[in-house]
């Protein structure tokens, strides 16, 4: 019998699911465990590369030291300021034929405690001051459990961690909102102003200090507590970076648990799948293999850490120069995926996105050819060659991928890291996993398209 002509000329796209072996989903099941172990650790950047450090060095990586000659096979790291890590495993071809990299970031939007933060203001309560770092819709981030991450450097140069309200049994912190009873007027503002940024203070404590004399008895009950638990004083918060992070665990979710709910999966949950590919690549690399984890993205790549800053140029150019290669002929026949998370299409809220050409839960990777927002403004456009070329390696590994774009024309849009690689002179591809909810408290991801992401990054460092 013919095979029907819609068969034939008509895209046959299927649910992830309705192409799943029973090996891969063993294999996504395995790796969607290490994931939420994963973003379970780091919750801060700093956090984060402390993390990858940890996995790295267990699997032989090293700091890469200027001038010396890499090997095939040689496993290597540098970190910037204790913010960001670019990994690099030394490929059997010439670092001439270039260099496949895997790009995402490990920041993500959050509170950060303003330099003065805490106060108290006649509530007979302790609060403190934050100030939103990246695009978050304030009213998420009232009456949900928080905790504190971060560093504070005391007067003497000394640091001390913070980490509080993850642990089983650790305090939590919260915003307390409004209720409803006497919301009245505040419901009938929009919905972006309702909750205004100076009203994001974080409620830390209620006890006031014994002593009756002492005034802001609040307030010195706090600090004389964190005194006590960290040998701080209230000027060392001038020297500190404390961001307030949702309390959440990473859990499945739904009934069938084919989804995984966390904090903090734009973009840990793309930057976890490059790290694991690149290793995972290690014994079949061809091209030299790098892993780029960037901080700074949600606000912009500025900074030391952030892909606007040279270290990953210095890193590239200090592999080149010890293998005598020319940096320029590398940079020309490398290859980049910038593995940033997209919006997959909820139907609950279809008007914002076109729904033929939206990221879709277990579609597995979602490529953007180009991001930017109205009309493409800011989009790293990537050229029909080089997604053929993408098709051509993620058709070859059996990958799950669609194309997709980031909600309706006129809807807004979003950036990536891509057109700071673009500028580099690397042809550049944006593909991630598709999340609901993306920069929510709590986002959701497909395990499905977790584990895809995964197997391209894989397809790319060995293609
Ligand atoms: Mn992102
Ligand atoms: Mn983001």
């Given at each position: 019998m013919m095979d029907k002509m819609s068969k034939k000329l008509l895209s046959q796209r299927k649910n992830g699911y309705d192409r799943l072996t029973q090996a891969e989903r063993r294999e996504m099941n395995e790796y969607c465990e290490n994931y939420k172990r994963f973003l379970a650790e780091g919750c801060t950047e700093r956090e984060c590369v402390e993390e990858i450090l940890r996995l790295a060095q267990a699997r032989g990586y090293r700091a890469l030291r200027r001038g010396e000659v890499p090997q095939p096979g040689d496993k290597v790291y540098r970190v910037e300021a204790g913010k960001a890590i670019v990994l690099a495993v030394i490929g059997s071809e010439p670092l001439e034929q270039g260099v496949v990299v895997c790009g995402a970031h490990i920041d993500n939007p959050r509170l950060d405690l303003k330099p003065n933060p805490l106060y108290e203001d006649g509530g007979g309560l302790a609060r403190f001051k934050t100030h939103y770092y990246g695009g978050i819709r304030k009213y998420q981030w009232v009456s949900i459990p928080l905790a504190l991450h971060g560093v504070v450097y005391r007067a003497d140069g000394t640091r001390v961690r913070v980490r509080l309200g993850d642990e089983p049994g650790d305090p939590q912190l919260t915003i307390p909102d409004l209720l409803p009873?006497?919301?009245?007027?505040?419901?009938?503002?929009?919905?972006?102003?309702?909750?205004?940024?100076?009203?994001?203070?974080?409620?830390?404590?209620?006890?006031?200090?014994?002593?009756?004399?002492?005034?802001?008895?609040?307030?010195?009950?706090?600090?004389?507590?964190?005194h006590e638990k960290y040998d701080i004083t209230e000027d060392d918060f001038n020297t500190a970076e404390l961001c307030v992070v949702p309390a959440f665990r990473p859990t499945d979710v739904g009934l069938d648990r084919s989804m995984i709910g966390g904090y903090g999966q734009d973009d840990r949950v793309c930057a976890f799948a490059c790290l694991q590919a690149l290793f995972d690549a290690e014994n079949t690399l061809k091209r030299t293999g790098i892993c780029?984890?960037?901080?700074?993205?949600?606000?912009?790549?500025?900074?030391?850490?952030?892909?606007?800053?040279?270290?990953?140029?210095?890193?590239?150019?200090?592999?080149?120069?010890?293998?005598?290669?020319?940096?320029?002929?590398?940079?020309?026949?490398?290859?980049?995926?910038?593995?940033?998370?997209?919006?997959?299409?909820?139907?609950?809220?279809?008007?914002?996105?076109?729904?033929?050409?939206?990221?879709?839960?277990?579609?597995?990777?979602?490529?953007?050819?180009?991001?930017?927002?109205?009309?493409?403004?800011?989009?790293?456009?990537?050229?029909?060659?080089?997604?053929?070329?993408?098709?051509?390696?993620?058709?070859?590994?059996?990958?799950?991928?669609?194309?997709?774009e980031m909600g309706k024309v006129d809807e807004g849009g979003g950036g990536t890291i891509s057109h700071y690689m673009a500028r580099r002179g690397i042809p550049t591809l944006d593909g991630g996993t598709p999340l609901l909810a993306m920069h929510a408290p709590f986002e959701v991801s497909a395990k499905l398209d977790c584990y895809m992401t995964y197997r391209a990054a894989r397809a790319f460092y060995n293609a």
């Open positions: 009873h006497l919301a009245d007027k505040q419901a009938k503002e929009p919905l972006w102003q309702a909750i205004k940024g100076e009203d994001l203070n974080v409620v830390v404590g209620s006890e006031p200090y014994p002593d009756e004399e002492e005034k802001e008895r609040f307030k010195l009950q706090i600090m004389a507590l964190l780029l984890l960037v901080d700074k993205e949600e606000i912009g790549s500025y900074g030391v850490t952030g892909m606007d800053s040279s270290y990953f140029d210095r890193f590239l150019s200090d592999l080149c120069r010890g293998a005598g290669a020319d940096y320029n002929t590398c940079i020309e026949h490398s290859f980049c995926l910038s593995s940033d998370v997209t919006a997959a299409y909820d139907d609950n809220y279809a008007f914002a996105y076109d729904k033929r050409n939206a990221g879709r839960v277990n579609g597995g990777l979602g490529i953007a050819k180009y991001t930017g927002s109205r009309g493409k403004s800011g989009a790293s456009d990537a050229s029909a060659e080089l997604m053929a070329y993408a098709r051509r390696v993620l058709d070859g590994e059996g990958v799950l991928w669609h194309v997709c």
